[in-house]
């Protein structure tokens, strides 16, 4: 489990203001202010919960997005779509990059199909967004 895997746990456990639950859970797990800060896992988490993709957490939460922010936030999403297009739900099978790079291909297919192609995203290596989902997932945390 990645720290950042396990921040999203915590957090999501507490059940409280997403933003505050993830700012204490890698305060606590990681020991530094900066880890809370880190742009993709952070905006995954809160990119998730603010969607109503994690449970126990009200989509009542709206958060202010910096363009880096909201492109991971919307990468997350469609790696959580890429998991529950199957019956039953799986996680994908393949590198934590590999993972990543499916997921900004799901988000540009469906930027595509809505003809808003200006809005393409390019294929990055991960920095700890999939172990977000990954371990939502496997905790049974994510819907």
Request: charged residues 15%.
């Amino acid at each position: 489990m990645t720290q950042y895997g396990k921040a999203a746990v915590e957090a999501a456990k507490t059940l409280s203001n997403p933003e505050y639950a993830w700012d204490q859970a890698c305060n606590t797990l990681c020991g530094t202010q900066s880890s809370s800060e880190k742009p993709c896992p952070r905006s995954v988490f809160l990119g998730l919960c603010e969607e109503g993709f994690v449970k126990g957490v009200s989509q009542t939460h709206n958060f202010v997005w910096d363009d880096t922010s909201l492109i991971n936030k919307h990468r997350g999403i469609a790696l959580r779509n890429i998991i529950f297009q199957n019956n039953p739900p799986s996680f994908p099978i393949g590198s934590n990059d590999y993972i990543w790079a499916q997921a900004t291909i799901r988000f540009n297919s469906n930027v595509d199909n809505n003809n808003h192609s200006n809005t393409q995203l390019d294929v990055k290596p991960d920095q700890g967004g999939v172990g977000v989902v990954r371990e939502l997932f496997d905790n049974n945390l994510l819907c």
